[in-house]
């Protein structure tokens, strides 16, 4: 009967110390969501370049093998003059294989006629950028964002995602998610038409 009563006291302060560490742990989770919510919120109110602004500055270094106009790097003021088809990717985003070969062969489509294409891998190694390039046969010019600096200028929300640029520079429409031939091909005659 005496060991029984030594042992109660021990149970009940180890549970006692479980319930403690289970409330330090739940409380912990509850900081951190809130923590999450604060920073998303932060997020949400960040000024993001919409239709009818002009597109943020970029400066690329095109992966090798890949240049524009026989040059290996550029500036959206070097593509003034021309509709600009900006679009951020990934080797690892599924959604972006989906749209590949459609990028691909709408920029055979227009490329002759004023247009340029911009491929942007974001927050990708090089090997596997290269390797998805090879994969689809891309041959429109590409470039990696060292640092994220570019899509943190453009505040994608996640790739893909593409900014269809007047010869302004004024940004003319935004597409977050997968493109499909309509909305390729209705934006670029537009901005063809438009003269802009």
């Known amino acids: 009967m005496s060991d ?37 919120l932060v997020n949400t109110n960040a000024t993001r370049p919409e239709a009818g602004e002009q597109a943020p500055a970029l400066d690329v270094e095109f992966f090798d093998g890949y240049e524009w106009e026989e040059r290996t790097t550029a500036d959206l003021s070097d593509m003034q003059g ?3 088809v900006l679009n951020f990717w990934a080797s690892w985003c599924v959604e972006c294989r989906l749209e590949a070969d459609l990028i691909e062969n709408t920029w055979r489509d227009y490329k002759d006629q004023d247009v340029v ?4 891998a974001y927050a990708d190694v090089e090997p596997n950028s290269i390797a998805y390039l090879d994969e689809f046969n891309v041959t429109y010019p590409n470039a990696p964002d060292l ?8 505040e994608i929300t996640g790739v ?11 940004i003319q429409h935004v597409q977050i998610g997968p493109l499909n031939q309509a909305t390729m091909d209705g ?10």
């Not at 549970?15 to 330090?24: A, C, E, F, K, L």
């Not at 640092?147 to 453009?154: L, P, R, W």
């Open 117 to 120: 294409f911009l491929g942007v």
């Open 4 to 40: 029984i009563t030594q042992t109660t006291p021990k149970t009940e302060e180890s549970q006692q110390h479980s319930i403690r560490w289970g409330m330090i742990a739940l409380w912990v989770a509850v900081i951190a969501l809130l923590a999450l919510l604060g920073w998303g």
């Open 187 to 196: 934006v670029i005659k537009q901005l063809l038409r438009d003269g802009g």
């Open 160 to 170: 893909p995602e593409t900014f269809f640029i007047d010869k302004e520079g004024t």
């Open 82 to 84: 021309k509709v600009v």
């Open 147 to 154: 640092g994220t600096d570019i899509s943190d200028d453009y």
